[in-house]
């Protein structure tokens, strides 16, 4: 009686210390390469400006970096022509802006469906 008393307690807290389950419905956030959406400076230099924390939630890496990628030639664009306009939307997606956790650094979220978009986007001040 013991050994079943026993074997009991240690599954009990087998189950209490594991981790609770997902909901059926929710969908995974997964985070993304975007070492090719950065650039550097100056030439040679460290790529420090560009897409960081690249995430999406309920949809591919693929689709993440295609939407991002247009985001930050839509941006780089418009500073190009002289206007700091942040675009609202890319490819089917809503952007808005979360608070900067960093200077320099706009956080962007876009949704379309159930699919959702993060990422930062650090500029260079110079």
């Keep these: 009686m013991r050994a079943v008393l026993r074997t009991l307690g240690v599954a009990l807290l087998a189950a209490a ?4 389950a997902a909901s059926a ?6 985070r993304c390469r975007s070492a090719d959406l950065r650039y550097p400076f100056e030439p ?18 693929a ?3 295609r939407v991002a990628k ?3 030639n839509d941006f780089e664009g418009d500073l190009l022509r002289g206007h700091v306009r942040l ?3 890319v490819d089917g997606f809503s952007f808005r802006s979360l608070p ?18 993060d990422f930062d986007y650090v500029v260079p001040n110079g």
């Design 17 to 20: 210390l594991l981790p609770p």
């Design 25 to 30: 419905g929710a969908a995974a956030t997964q």
């Design 44 to 61: 040679g230099g460290p790529k420090t400006f560009g897409v960081f924390k690249l995430r999406v939630t309920g949809g591919s890496c």
């Design 63 to 65: 689709t993440a970096h």
């Design 70 to 72: 247009q985001w930050m």
């Design 87 to 89: 675009p609202r939307k």
């Design 100 to 117: 900067p956790d960093a200077a320099q650094t706009y956080r962007e979220r876009g949704r379309r469906g159930a699919t959702t978009i």
